[in-house]
T-cell receptor
Framework: KAGVTQTPRYLIKTRGQQVTLSCSPI?????VSWYQQTPGQGLQFLFE???????NKGNFPGRFSGRQFSNSRSEMNVSTLELGDSALYLC??????????????FGPGTRLLVL | GQNIDQPTEMTATEGAIVQINCTYQTSGFNGLFWYQQHAGEAPTFLSY????GLEEKGRFSSFLSRSKGYSYLLLKELQMKDSASYLCAVRSPDSGYSTLTFGKGTMLLVSP
């Protein structure tokens, strides 16, 4: 089975711009979560989507948004970029089945640099 | 609130055994996960514990004590490729159906 894929892998933007990141989950996985990873804060939860509905949201400003499509693919958008948004953005998918406790499987991430 | 603590760094020698501890305080508990993350790469799933006790998977084992809010990851026969960050993560009812709350990770350096 193919793993979680994310595009693009690297992005350079300037302050004030907006960015859209894309994620395709493992085939059959309907839950997609997004995390931000920075050296200082570690991995922080952004939001989770299931069946095109946002099921949970982390403590991030409204500039961070996302959506999920009927094929479970997901996008996240960050508007009015700030320098502090520079981070690795990770997408993870999970399945309700199996004995791994609905473990999350991560994609390679999108590394965003805001100048 | 939720709080997960792990040591920041650990060092060990190739062939040795190392234990990475994790303590957590969460409002409710639905499982504890360990991930390995090599520099510049995504976290990869290592283990899952929801009941007290030891889960063994090859060279890696993970232990959980729910009453103590404590877990450890045990790595045996260390290899150079085990040099990585190890992340402890907890799922709780408050955090949602699939969401994980992560510790900041323990950077393990394995030396020859």
């Amino acid at each position: 089975k193919a793993g979680v894929t994310q595009t693009p892998r690297y992005l350079i933007k300037t302050r004030g711009q907006q960015v859209t990141l894309s994620c395709s989950p493992i085939s059959g996985h309907r839950s997609v979560s997004w995390y931000q990873q920075t050296p200082g804060q570690g991995l922080q939860f952004l939001f989770e989507y299931f069946s095109e509905t946002q099921r949970n949201k982390g403590n991030f400003p409204g500039r961070f948004s996302g959506r999920q499509f009927s094929n479970s693919r997901s996008e996240m958008n960050v508007s009015t970029l700030e320098l502090g948004d520079s981070a690795l953005y990770l997408c993870a998918s999970s399945s309700p089945r199996g004995d791994t406790g609905r473990a999350q499987y991560f994609g390679p991430g999108t590394r965003l640099l805001v100048l | 609130g939720q709080n997960i603590d792990q040591p920041t760094e650990m060092t060990a020698t190739e062939g040795a055994i190392v234990q990475i501890n994790c303590t957590y305080q969460t409002s409710g508990f639905n499982g504890l996960f360990w991930y390995q993350q090599h520099a510049g790469e995504a976290p990869t799933f290592l283990s899952y514990n929801v009941l007290d006790g030891l889960e063994e998977k090859g060279r890696f084992s993970s232990f959980l004590s729910r009453s103590k809010g404590y877990s450890y990851l045990l790595l045996k026969e260390l290899q150079m490729k085990d040099s990585a960050s190890y992340l402890c993560a907890v799922r709780s009812p408050d955090s949602g159906y699939s969401t994980l709350t992560f510790g900041k990770g323990t950077m393990l350096l394995v030396s020859p």
